[in-house]
């Protein structure tokens, strides 16, 4: 199992970028995924979550209507748009897969991260 | 949304054990046997040590125990090694459909 997150850099505030994740040994359009960042010196924050195919997503108050998260099974590849992108949104944003049913499970495998570092 | 409540910083001895806790309330920790730990060193990604509120993945060290009481789930390290030394975030289920995190705790091995 490997996931591979992408698309992260230097952006100016306010402009916009899509983070991609493509996943890898394993049947990705079978599982949940997630989206989860840590800002510097910060903890953990959960941001969103896609059902398997597609059919649900939920998000945190704080990003909901600027960030968007959806897949294209077929590419086996998860996204995440972000819209008017602010200095607090700098983080390492990680995806993860999350294994079990509907709700239980965890997450069981996570990317290395991309850093997203918005600065004018 | 709900908010994890975990002490910023425990420390042990190598040998000792300690406890972390994560206090949530009956909408999500209270609500749900659906708690999970995580373990963090800098500049890794994150590892699940304890899931469901008690359980533990293959691979996982005995030395970590899970439990719940009410609206507090509690990670339990015993035996503490110089590795264990990490951060350690709690997680649960909401209804809502989303999973936040705990604030995370800093453990020091002395």
């Known amino acids: 199992v490997q996931l591979v997150e992408s698309g992260g850099g230097v952006v100016q505030p306010g402009t916009s970028l899509r983070l991609s994740c493509v996943a890898s040994?394993?049947?990705?359009?079978?599982?949940?995924m997630h989206w989860v960042r840590q800002g510097p010196g910060k903890g953990l924050e959960w941001l969103t979550v896609?059902?398997?195919?597609?059919?649900?997503?939920y998000y945190i108050d704080s990003v909901r209507g600027r960030f968007t998260i959806s897949r294209d099974n077929s590419k086996n590849t998860l996204y995440l748009h972000i819209n008017s992108l602010r200095a607090e949104d700098t983080a390492v944003y990680y995806c993860?897969?999350?294994?079990?049913?509907?709700?239980?499970?965890?997450?069981?495998?996570w990317g290395q991260g991309t850093l997203v570092t918005v600065s004018s | 949304q709900s908010a994890l409540t975990q002490p910023a910083s425990v420390s042990g001895s190598p040998g000792q054990s300690i406890t972390i806790s994560c206090t949530g309330t009956?909408?999500?920790?209270?609500?749900?046997?659906?708690v999970s730990w995580y373990q963090k060193h800098p500049g890794k990604a994150p590892k699940v040590m304890i899931y469901?509120?008690?359980k533990r993945p293959s691979g996982v060290s005995n030395r970590f125990s899970g439990s719940r009481s009410g609206n507090t789930a509690f990670l339990t390290i015993f035996g503490l090694q110089a590795e264990d030394e990490a951060d350690y975030y709690c997680?649960?289920?909401?209804?809502?459909?989303?999973?936040?995190f705990g604030g995370g705790t800093k453990l020091t091995v002395l």
């Open positions: 993860a897969r999350f294994v079990g049913g509907d709700p239980s499970g965890y997450f069981d495998y």
């Open positions: 040994g394993f049947s990705f359009s079978g599982y949940g």
């Open positions: 896609i059902w398997y195919d597609g059919s649900k997503t």
């Open positions: 009956s909408s999500d920790v209270g609500s749900y046997n659906l």
């Open positions: 469901e509120d008690s």
């Open positions: 997680c649960s289920y909401v209804a809502t459909g989303t999973w936040p």
